[in-house]
């Protein structure tokens, strides 16, 4: 006679009891809870202004740099956003959107990736020549970052701003290293108030 009882061979899933499943269900729910307070507390430095994101630019197609002989002027010369980059880019502009957020600048570097995330996720920019990509060297590293800290101090309370450029310009002014797509936040000393991940 065939037996009723489950298989206790080495496929079987493991069984959990109560107080287990209980364990594991709740430490999801405190990651969740955990996000959406991080969240809001950069939300409220946000509203509170005197403040500025350093957001790189979204996903790109693979490469580091760009091409050999790349044309500011011309995209299709460059490192570009790929289909998940833009999709990051629209879903941070929700991010401020559901919060009521609204930066009141939006600088970019003037490479194609950079404008392009600022216009997916606010349908604005400004270029700003201190946010241009320094790799490969940058011999006015101390006036850009002079230049920024002046513009962070200028930003009066209530007030934010959203600044898109590259890893390299992010690392070397808060000594972060950020994803594509993630953003640190700053107060008006360069301070690092958190990092945002926009999801």
């Known amino acids: 006679m065939a037996s009723s009882e489950a298989s206790s061979g080495p496929s079987a899933l493991p069984c959990l009891t109560r107080r287990e499943l209980l364990l594991l269900l709740g430490l999801g729910a405190t990651d969740r809870v955990s996000a959406q ?41 460059q490192r570009n956003l790929s289909a998940e980059g833009r999709a990051q880019a629209q879903a941070a502009g929700a991010w401020f959107k559901t919060r009521s957020l609204r930066p009141s600048a939006v600088r970019s570097s003037a490479w194609c990736r950079c404008r392009d995330t600022a216009d997916l996720a606010f349908g604005t920019h400004s270029h700003w020549a201190s946010l ?50 993630e953003a640190v936040l700053v107060d008006r000393q360069g301070q690092l108030l958190g990092r945002i991940g926009f999801a």
């Not at 509170?48 to 995209?75: E, I, K, M, N």
């Open 37 to 77: 307070s991080h969240s809001e507390t950069l939300a409220k430095h946000l509203r509170g202004g005197r403040c500025a994101v350093l957001w790189r630019h979204g996903q790109t197609s693979p490469g580091v740099g760009d091409p050999p002989g790349f044309q500011l002027g011309d995209c299709k010369s």
């Open 132 to 181: 241009d990509s320094s790799f490969g060297g940058d011999a006015d590293g101390a006036a850009r970052r002079r230049t920024m800290l002046d513009a962070l101090r200028g930003i009066p309370a209530e007030a934010f701003e959203v600044w898109i450029t590259h890893q390299v310009n992010i690392t070397a002014f808060t000594g972060e290293s950020v994803a594509m797509g």
